[in-house]
């Protein structure tokens, strides 16, 4: 009979799904209530910084999905493409503008790293189920 060790598995899929939503928290930054009088028009420093650690952190998920075999090498590369190409993005706005970006570009970023994130999600079968299941049940319905 084959042994199976879940504890291993479990215990690094469940890293990783809590440092995701940690590592957004830590990139968001401290959030301007809604009367406050300044808007930052750049990111600088630290959340430049959480930007490239959050690319780092899905790019290791991808990693983790593909070694415990929950998603397909093709998956795995489609995925890690996107993420190069939102971190080559990021890297560029940032050199262009001495290591700043620009804060539309900066949640534009961190809009399409979230997608990624979820997509990768969905492809393991973590992500989140809604409705009824007849459209397969991930979000978006429909």
Same mark, same amino acid.
């Given at each position: ?6 504890? &291993? ?8 799904? @809590?440092? @995701?939503? &940690? ?23 630290? %959340? ?10 899905? /790019? ?5 999905? %593909? ?10 590369? /489609?995925? !890690?493409?996107?993420?190069? %190409?939102?971190?080559?993005?990021? !890297?560029? @706005? ?5 290591? /700043? ?6 949640? !534009?970023?961190?809009? %399409? &790293? ?5 997509? &990768? ?22």
């Amino acid at each position: 009979m084959r042994s199976f060790n879940p504890t &291993l598995r479990t215990a690094a899929l469940t890293a990783f799904f @809590i440092a @995701i939503p &940690l590592a957004g928290a830590y990139a968001a930054g401290h959030h301007k209530g809604t009367l406050d009088a300044t808007d930052p028009t750049d990111m600088t420093g630290p %959340r430049v910084e959480a930007l490239m650690q959050q690319v780092q952190g899905v /790019r290791q998920g991808i990693v983790d999905a %593909r070694q415990a075999n929950n998603i397909t090498p093709a998956v795995a590369e /489609r995925l !890690e493409m996107r993420t190069v %190409r939102i971190n080559q993005a990021a !890297e560029k @706005i940032a050199a262009s503008d001495h290591g /700043r970006i620009p804060a539309a570009q900066y949640h !534009e970023l961190l809009r %399409r &790293l979230d997608n990624v994130d979820q997509r &990768l999600r969905v492809d393991t079968g973590s992500g989140f189920l809604m409705g009824d299941g007849s459209d397969g049940g991930t979000y978006p319905n429909g």
